[in-house]
């Protein structure tokens, strides 16, 4: 099996890192629009891992369960893109969309459709960013809202060669700090792909 730290060196992961800046970037306007209000975002670290390893690299004291949304996209590379809060964060997130007054009760009948929707900005962003910069058609399924144990949304997999490309982020609404993640699901193979369109982008 393949070690994660050898499947894309600093360079390739400092380029990866940028592309998907790029499209965080454009998902950043479309939700400071959402929440009448400028979103901030920290600087995207970004790793690839082992998907066991990915609850203790997400969360210092991981949560029992997390919100988010899946968005599965195919093409000459394939995988899992997912946006993940905790729950916590994910009902801060939906408050500043939707509004501070509104009962609690009516804010979590209305997250699965708020987060969704945030999901689906800014998913499709970072995946039409690396479309657009390779020159490549992604297809994209129709997000899907996750609210499930953290430990069981990873667990599938781990014998085999998926690894997961996280990348770390927060976000910052009116001195709220609210962190989101965005990770990708893929097989060796399509990391593969990805590093080599990566290595041609940089002439190497």
Known sequence: MNEPNAILN????????????????????????????EVL???????VLSQHQVPNQLYDKPPHTISGVRQSFSGEFSG????LFSDEDSISLV??????TLPLAQLS?????????IGNIILNACISSLANVFQEHLNSDTPEYLHEELNDLFADGQGDDSFVLLLKMSFQISEQDITGHVTFIMDI???????????????I
Do not use: C, Y
């Open 10 to 37: 600093e360079i390739q992961l400092d380029a990866l890192g940028e592309l998907l800046n790029i499209g965080m970037g454009a998902a950043t306007a479309s939700l400071s629009t959402m929440v009448r209000r």
């Open 41 to 47: 975002l920290s600087i995207p670290v970004i790793s």
């Open 80 to 83: 899992d893109a997912l946006l």
């Open 189 to 203: 193979e399509s990391i593969t792909t990805v590093k080599n369109k990566i290595n041609a982008m940089l002439g």
């Open 109 to 117: 009948e209305m997250e699965e459709e708020a987060i969704t929707e």
């Open 95 to 100: 408050k500043a969309v939707l509004g501070e």
